[in-house]
């Protein structure tokens, strides 16, 4: 079973989460084989690696803001929080 | 005589390293900072006081966050200010740009786009696709732990990332075509 090759359609519905690394150990294996030797689906997968990377750009500046952070660690200080 | 700074607790060393990381899921679900900054707040009180039900030396984060997503849920679901758009059936964004001879079928046109777009456009899911993401796309949980933060099956994670991102691809996509990014003739 494990060496069986993955048609397109089957290797597209594995792809986002083959680039997540969330597959079985064959199944990524596979994946990265039908890529290795389909041209569309590579294409397809840059799409896919184009998208997740600017989902995880976007948000890589926010952070939670110094005076919010302050007030809850003088609140835990005093060890009466809420 | 100088006194030692107070020591820190086991509950800071443990929880204060994620607020950073509860604030970005906090204001993806509230959609406004002063919201987003006081459940942020609640959270990490309510943890405080459940602290010794907390399993020391397992995940603090998952932890967190099922916290946060019940305070979510319970006090601050219905002061959304804009309700989130229903789940809608869009065409597969990539097979659109490809079938058209587009040139942005590699998708570099994502890398063009703003944040606050980004971040407006997965405010704009349905909470259910919005949280996942978030914590997936946005935060780099693994699946397992999504499905363990949110109590469903694995399986119900991965259905709703693959229509979630679906949505955010055509919205991503037509907000590249109103930045002129994508001319609409090499995708329609």
């Known amino acids: ?82 | 005589m100088s006194s030692a700074p107070p020591a820190e607790s086991a509950f800071e060393r443990d929880v204060l390293p994620h607020l950073d990381l509860m604030y970005r899921v906090a204001l993806r679900m509230t959609g406004e900072a002063a919201n987003a900054e006081d459940l942020v707040q609640d959270t990490v009180f309510k943890a405080f006081r459940a602290w010794d039900r907390f399993h020391q030396g397992t995940n603090a984060r998952g932890w967190l966050l099922t916290i946060l997503r019940n305070t979510f849920i319970n006090d601050y679901r219905r002061r959304r200010r804009a309700p989130a758009l229903v789940d809608i059936d869009v065409a597969e964004p990539h097979r659109l740009i490809h079938e058209h001879g587009g040139s942005h079928s590699d998708g570099e046109f994502f890398h063009a786009l703003v944040d606050d777009r980004i971040l407006a456009a997965i405010e704009a899911l349905p909470e259910e696709f919005r949280e996942v993401v978030v914590l997936s796309d946005i935060e780099g949980l693994g699946y397992a732990q999504i499905a363990e933060t949110l109590e469903v099956p694995v399986g119900t994670v991965k259905s709703r990332l693959s229509r979630a991102r679906r949505q955010l691809q055509a919205r991503l996509l037509d907000y590249a075509i109103e930045a002129g990014i994508v001319r609409p003739g090499q995708v329609s």
């Open chain 1, 1 to 82: 079973m494990s060496d069986a090759r993955l048609d397109c359609a089957e290797a597209l519905a594995l792809l986002q989460d083959y680039l997540k690394e969330e597959l079985t150990l064959d199944n990524q294996s596979r994946v990265a084989t039908h890529l290795a030797a389909c041209g569309h689906c590579l294409e397809h997968a840059h799409f896919e690696r184009n998208f997740l990377a600017a989902l995880e750009r976007a948000a890589r500046g926010v952070r939670c803001p110094g005076e919010v952070a302050a007030r809850i660690r003088q609140a835990l200080r005093s060890g009466k929080p809420g």
